[in-house]
């Protein structure tokens, strides 16, 4: 891709342009046209953060209900235990398989030029 052009979908400031919607019949845009607004990626954001944060804050609560000698999650290990060892195993694993696919990318990835190829021209065989 030369300097000169950019992506479709990618607008000067990194907003994504909203797509054409013409296609699109009324029943996918009631179920689904909420998607293209600009508040659902925050929005779904605090939602998800509110509901783990009150799962985890509801996890002493029914420790302390399930009673003396009894226990509402059956920890194998002491650190399993701990609560909301859950949530930062999850929140760990997921930076890490995240933060793996950095090196990954850069090692699998090619050189921007890789189609350009000045020396054939396209639609024509390399050899007669």
């Given at each position: 891709?030369?300097d000169s052009t950019k992506p479709p979908?990618?607008?000067?400031?990194?907003?994504?342009?909203?797509?054409?919607?013409?296609?699109?019949?009324?029943?996918?845009?009631?179920?689904?046209?909420?998607?293209?607004?600009?508040?659902?990626?925050?929005?779904?954001?605090?939602?998800?953060?509110?509901?783990?944060?009150?799962?985890?804050?509801?996890?002493p609560l029914l420790e302390m209900a399930?009673?003396?000698?009894?226990?509402?999650?059956?920890?194998?290990?002491?650190?399993?235990?701990?609560?909301?060892?859950?949530?930062?195993?999850?929140?760990?694993?997921?930076?890490?398989?995240?933060?793996?696919?950095?090196?990954?990318?850069?090692?699998?990835?090619?050189?921007?030029?890789?189609?350009?190829?000045?020396?054939?021209?396209?639609?024509?065989?390399?050899?007669?």
């Amino acid at each position: 891709m030369s300097d000169s052009t950019k992506p479709p979908h990618l607008s000067d400031h990194g907003e994504h342009a909203l797509p054409d919607d013409s296609h699109t019949t009324p029943t996918a845009k009631l179920l689904f046209g909420w998607t293209s607004k600009p508040w659902t990626g925050r929005l779904l954001f605090i939602l998800f953060a509110v509901a783990s944060l009150g799962l985890i804050l509801v996890e002493p609560l029914l420790e302390m209900a399930a009673g003396e000698g009894h226990h509402f999650r059956h920890a194998y290990f002491n650190i399993d235990a701990i609560t909301g060892f859950y949530a930062w195993w999850g929140f760990g694993s997921f930076a890490l398989v995240v933060l793996a696919g950095w090196p990954l990318g850069r090692l699998m990835r090619r050189e921007e030029d890789y189609y350009d190829d000045e020396s054939e021209p396209a639609g024509e065989e390399p050899h007669p």
